[in-house]
């Protein structure tokens, strides 16, 4: 009955491929440059391990390598050819001490973004892209700017106070980041806060798509089928403007510049396109990027720029909510050196207040930023991690959760200290962690901690939150690429006594 050429067939490739999977799994246990590190026998064998933990349960990943590293020691290996490390002598030399390891495709492949500064495999391409956009988020460009970003957080708190019932202040935050970020690099105009509850379709797309993340690293036609569904539902959609519609339009501004380039002379203040649009070839860029590359840069930073100031916003502030004592010195310091608030408070102003800083800090280290463990590829030969030797070729990663909280680095780590946070440099917290060939987020420091200075002080200045229904329990998160929150965090909302 089953007998035939396409049944022979079929069962010689059946044979064919349990013989290389046999061999495979053979020398990854046995004859593999890595097979002297610690770690399950599972991870050595298959790659499906880290899939596992990755994707079938759903981000588990992270919390797993925590057990790991409490059984295995400082290094792990948790595939065949990948291996973790904990601790902060080992980040620096994947990192930062000069390191010119190259990203792993795997991982940075997901985000189909190829020709971006955070996807870039090369460092030195990463490095000459940021060099050129630095300009745009220099100090002295935030301060220029810095009446546009309070006229959003204006319409941000004129919005909050408004609201009779419950706000989701973590879509509410993330609004708000997003209008900036749009507004600044860009010169557009969104109306993302007028979006009814604060659910804008773009908050709701980035919701959803987020835990999908690693099942596009580990399935990546999965991008594809994703893709393909939604351009066939998009015809039901009603005035949805979604992330294929945000693509579209900073296309359709990409396409009017290279067109026209003198429309940059129009817009109402510099933008990302007045670097980029610009050849210079002593930072690496001899010719204008290509139109590709120009939009996956511009759908980077809006990704950068919106999602851990608001994070870090919505983590930040239902600590202090949830703790009196910190609540109450940090109104205390505001209304000191804020006695009016109907006058606004300048960031060169704000950046000197010492608890205020504190609470910022501490924000940022709790909410994480990118928790997955950003793999770097050992190259051009082996190479001395934190005193240990690693071949040529290895994946080796630090997730950012082994940072900050790690007892060397933040006593009591899992606790809001902010006696032990003022203490700290101002970048060692959150994206400061990560070299400048690494992540975007370094480049935009500036925007994001005057963002983050404007946004504590005139929330907690100007209005009196209150936590509603929400529990320590709920700022628990899934490791996807970023936190996954457990449930968002709710206030209700007055306008602060004087």
Same mark, same amino acid.
């Given at each position: 009955?089953?007998?035939?050429?396409?049944?022979?067939?079929?069962?010689?490739?059946?044979?064919?491929?349990?013989?290389?999977?046999?061999?495979?799994?053979?020398?990854?246990?046995?004859?593999?440059?890595?097979?002297?590190?610690?770690?399950?026998?599972?991870?050595?064998?298959?790659?499906?391990?880290?899939?596992?933990?990755?994707?079938?349960?759903?981000? $588990?990943?992270?919390?797993?390598?925590?057990?790991?590293?409490?059984?295995?020691?400082?290094?792990?290996?948790?595939?065949?050819?990948?291996?973790?490390?904990?601790?902060?002598?080992?980040?620096?030399?994947?990192?930062?001490?000069?390191?010119?390891?190259?990203?792993?495709?795997?991982?940075?492949?997901?985000?189909?973004?190829?020709?971006?500064?955070?996807?870039?495999?090369?460092?030195?391409?990463?490095?000459?892209?940021?060099? =050129?956009?630095?300009?745009?988020?220099?100090?002295?460009?935030?301060?220029?700017?810095?009446?546009?970003?309070?006229?959003?957080?204006?319409?941000?708190?004129?919005?909050?106070?408004?609201?009779?019932?419950?706000?989701?202040?973590?879509?509410?935050?993330?609004?708000?980041?997003?209008?900036?970020?749009?507004?600044?690099?860009?010169?557009?105009?969104?109306?993302?806060?007028?979006?009814?509850?604060?659910?804008?379709?773009?908050? =709701?797309?980035?919701?959803?798509?987020?835990?999908?993340?690693?099942?596009?690293?580990?399935?990546?036609?999965?991008?594809?089928?994703?893709?393909?569904?939604?351009?066939?539902?998009?015809?039901?959609?009603?005035?949805?403007?979604?992330?294929?519609?945000?693509?579209?339009?900073?296309?359709?501004?990409?396409?009017?510049?290279?067109?026209?380039?003198?429309?940059?002379?129009?817009?109402?203040?510099?933008?990302?396109?007045?670097?980029?649009?610009?050849?210079?070839?002593?930072?690496?860029?001899?010719?204008?990027?290509?139109?590709?590359?120009?939009?996956?840069?511009?759908?980077?930073?809006?990704?950068?720029?919106?999602?851990?100031?608001?994070?870090?916003?919505?983590?930040?502030?239902?600590?202090?909510?949830?703790?009196?004592?910190?609540?109450?010195?940090?109104?205390?310091?505001?209304?000191?050196?804020?006695?009016?608030?109907?006058?606004?408070?300048?960031?060169?102003?704000?950046?000197?207040?010492?608890?205020?800083?504190?609470?910022?800090?501490?924000?940022?280290?709790?909410?994480?930023?990118?928790?997955?463990?950003?793999?770097?590829?050992?190259?051009?030969?082996?190479?001395?991690?934190?005193?240990?030797?690693?071949?040529?070729?290895?994946?080796?990663?630090? $997730?950012?959760?082994?940072?900050?909280?790690?007892?060397?680095?933040?006593?009591?780590?899992?606790?809001?200290?902010?006696?032990?946070?003022?203490?700290?440099?101002?970048?060692?917290?959150?994206?400061?962690?990560?070299?400048?060939?690494?992540?975007?987020?370094?480049?935009?420091?500036?925007?994001?901690?005057?963002?983050?200075?404007?946004?504590?002080?005139?929330?907690?200045?100007?209005?009196?939150?209150?936590?509603?229904?929400?529990?320590?329990?709920?700022?628990?998160?899934?490791?996807?690429?970023?936190?996954?929150?457990?449930?968002?965090?709710?206030?209700?909302?007055?306008?602060?006594?004087?």
């Amino acid at each position: 009955m089953f007998e035939g050429p396409l049944y022979t067939a079929s069962l010689s490739l059946a044979g064919t491929l349990a013989v290389y999977y046999c061999a495979a799994i053979i020398w990854n246990l046995y004859f593999h440059p890595l097979r002297h590190f610690p770690g399950p026998w599972l991870a050595a064998a298959t790659w499906w391990y880290t899939t596992w933990f990755e994707v079938f349960l759903n981000g $588990g990943m992270v919390d797993h390598l925590q057990t790991l590293h409490k059984r295995y020691g400082p290094v792990v290996r948790i595939a065949p050819n990948e291996l973790h490390f904990n601790g902060p002598r080992f980040y620096a030399d994947i990192y930062v001490n000069g390191s010119k390891f190259r990203k792993d495709p795997k991982l940075y492949t997901t985000f189909h973004e190829d020709e971006s500064s955070f996807c870039f495999i090369d460092p030195q391409d990463a490095k000459s892209r940021r060099e =050129i956009m630095n300009p745009l988020f220099s100090r002295r460009a935030i301060l220029q700017m810095e009446r546009y970003l309070q006229a959003t957080i204006d319409k941000f708190l004129d919005k909050l106070q408004t609201s009779r019932k419950p706000v989701d202040l973590h879509r509410a935050y993330r609004c708000t980041t997003l209008e900036i970020i749009l507004s600044y690099c860009f010169a557009g105009d969104y109306d993302i806060l007028g979006a009814a509850d604060f659910a804008h379709p773009l908050i =709701i797309a980035v919701e959803n798509v987020m835990p999908l993340a690693l099942v596009f690293k580990h399935f990546p036609f999965a991008y594809d089928a994703l893709l393909w569904l939604d351009s066939q539902f998009k015809r039901f959609r009603q005035d949805s403007f979604g992330p294929g519609e945000l693509t579209e339009s900073l296309s359709q501004q990409i396409d009017e510049l290279l067109m026209h380039p003198e429309l940059l002379q129009q817009q109402g203040h510099d933008t990302i396109y007045h670097h980029l649009l610009t050849p210079n070839p002593g930072k690496g860029q001899p010719t204008v990027p290509s139109k590709k590359s120009l939009l996956e840069e511009a759908m980077n930073l809006v990704a950068a720029g919106s999602d851990t100031v608001g994070n870090t916003s919505t983590v930040g502030t239902y600590y202090v909510l949830s703790n009196p004592d910190v609540f109450a010195k940090l109104i205390s310091e505001l209304k000191q050196h804020w006695p009016d608030p109907t006058i606004p408070l300048k960031y060169e102003a704000l950046e000197k207040l010492p608890y205020l800083t504190a609470v910022i800090k501490e924000s940022l280290r709790m909410s994480h930023g990118i928790v997955t463990p950003l793999p770097r590829i050992v190259a051009p030969a082996d190479a001395s991690i934190g005193g240990v030797v690693v071949p040529a070729g290895t994946v080796v990663g630090v $997730g950012a959760t082994f940072i900050h909280y790690n007892p060397e680095l933040f006593p009591e780590p899992h606790n809001i200290l902010l006696q032990r946070t003022a203490k700290l440099p101002r970048n060692q917290v959150q994206w400061s962690f990560f070299p400048a060939e690494m992540c975007v987020l370094n480049m935009i420091d500036s925007l994001a901690w005057c963002e983050l200075y404007l946004l504590f002080a005139n929330v907690f200045r100007k209005l009196d939150l209150e936590l509603y229904n929400t529990k320590p329990e709920d700022l628990e998160f899934q490791c996807h690429l970023t936190p996954t929150f457990r449930k968002h965090v709710e206030v209700t909302v007055k306008q602060a006594t004087p």
